[in-house]
């Protein structure tokens, strides 16, 4: 598994993923008109993307990478009014999932907010995603459930361990 920042190459396969593998309520703001993937929401997906490095320059967007495909899509996005704070968001394809790839994909998300500066991160998903709620929880993050729906994670960051000389 690899992250590779979010480009004009790698989006087309991103959305080739979302439409093979995601529902569009689970990777993008919702758009008006008839379910699934209609080529208006396909056109507002790439939009979206397109748009994110103007509206939200300090985000990172990756591409999950396996074995050569995308399976999916994560960002880092610094909080505006808590400083050292990142906020995590993750999607992966249906074919993916339950393979303990999200464990691995947060791993490399600790290293890359590390790398960005960040000294915690924030996390929001729902009760009825254990799995997203366990990964969170091996990294050691708290959680709290706000309502009936929501579940946000806080992880402090440790500082990297340094190569000895």
Not at 142 to 147: L, N, R, V, Y
């Amino acid at each position: 598994m690899e992250l590779r920042r979010l480009d004009e190459d790698l989006l087309g396969a991103l959305l080739e993923t979302a439409v093979r593998d995601a529902e569009p309520a689970e990777v993008m703001p919702p758009v008006t008109g008839p379910p699934g993937w209609t080529r208006q929401r396909r056109e507002a997906f790439l939009r979206f993307h397109r748009e994110r490095p103007r509206t939200r320059p300090t985000e990172r967007v990756f591409a999950v990478v396996v074995d050569g495909a995308v399976v999916g899509a994560a960002r880092l996005d610094p909080v505006a009014d808590e400083p050292g704070a990142v906020e995590i968001g993750v999607w992966l394809g249906r074919s993916v999932r339950g393979r303990g790839l999200a464990s691995l994909l947060l791993e490399e998300l600790v290293e890359e907010a590390r790398g960005m500066g960040a000294r915690h991160l924030v996390a929001s998903t729902t009760v009825s995603n254990p799995a997203a709620r366990r990964a969170l929880a091996s990294l050691g993050a708290d959680m709290t459930q706000i309502g009936d729906t929501t579940v946000t994670a806080h992880l402090l960051l440790t500082p990297a361990a340094r190569e000895p000389h």
